[in-house]
């Protein structure tokens, strides 16, 4: 950690007090009273950072050099991002690195998870979230083929909205093997398109007309959170993301599925 990183962070008293110069320079003793910090502390912060020059002294008030200001911004971000990352551990905990967002584009997104009183929390979210969807077209990266998802999808394919779904080779083998002639008749079904991705998948991914749906999948498969998120900036990561996986894998047809 470089020498400025560690000053910030061993006391939070110091971006709280950079934060409020950025808003009105003051004296000590205004600071101190404002923050409801001990003058002492607050005279030591700010010898500290005219040493650094972060600060300067104009008529017995503190201000923010330019300098200042961009570390007092820098940091907010750096400190922001954390606790960002922190609130949404239970997603990025089962997420591979491919398929993890930058935490700024989750800030406004809803996080379901499975708890211990209620394990299908995320799979009724997200069910409910795709029977309810108003849209045109679907584009979906799954590790699993579950029977509640299946249903909830059929709905809309069968009402002829554009289906894409990226499923790697095991998961295709496995609704292959379980039933042969069900597998080939929903893939032949023209609004939806199944592609084969030569990579493992262990994440799933949902995109509406203007939805995104993040799911993370603990060891065991069983669906751990879900984010529900119409940021624009996150919808053009997840559509990126769903375009990557799309163009390395290969469509298979109901003839395929059969001669398989």
């Not at 008529?59 to 050099?65: A, I, K, M, P, V």
């Not at 960002?84 to 800030?107: F, K, M, Q, T």
């Not at 592609?195 to 995109?207: N, Q, V």
Request: glycine residues 4%.
């Amino acid at each position: 950690m470089t020498d400025t990183a560690q000053f910030l962070a061993d006391s939070p008293d110091r971006l709280a007090l950079l934060e409020h110069l950025r808003e009105t320079p003051g004296s000590p003793r205004d600071l101190a009273d404002d923050l409801e910090q001990s003058r002492r502390s607050v005279q030591r912060n700010l010898a500290a950072f005219a040493d650094r020059g972060w600060v300067e002294k104009r008529d017995g008030d503190y201000r923010l050099t330019t300098t200042g200001l961009l570390v007092t911004r820098r940091h907010r971000e750096y400190v922001d991002a954390l606790a960002a990352i922190g609130d949404n551990d239970a997603l990025y905990a089962h997420l591979p690195v491919d398929a993890a967002p930058e935490p700024s584009l989750l800030a406004d997104a809803t996080l379901v998870v499975a708890e211990p009183d209620q394990p299908q929390a995320p799979v009724s979210h997200y069910v409910s979230t795709v029977e309810s969807a108003d849209t045109s077209h679907v584009r979906m990266i799954s590790p699993v083929l579950s029977r509640l998802f299946h249903d909830a999808h059929a709905e809309l394919v069968l009402a002829g909205i554009e289906t894409e779904l990226v499923l790697d080779g095991p998961t295709i083998n496995r609704a292959r093997e379980k039933n042969p002639a069900e597998f080939a008749t929903v893939v032949s079904v023209p609004p939806f398109t199944l592609y084969h991705s030569p990579d493992p998948i262990s994440f799933g991914l949902t995109l509406t007309d203007d939805r995104v749906l993040l799911l993370a999948y603990d060891e065991s498969g069983q669906l751990h959170a879900c984010a529900d998120g119409t940021d624009p900036e996150l919808y053009a990561w997840a559509t990126d993301c769903f375009e990557r996986h799309r163009e390395r894998s290969e469509s298979v047809s109901g003839l395929d599925a059969l001669r398989s």
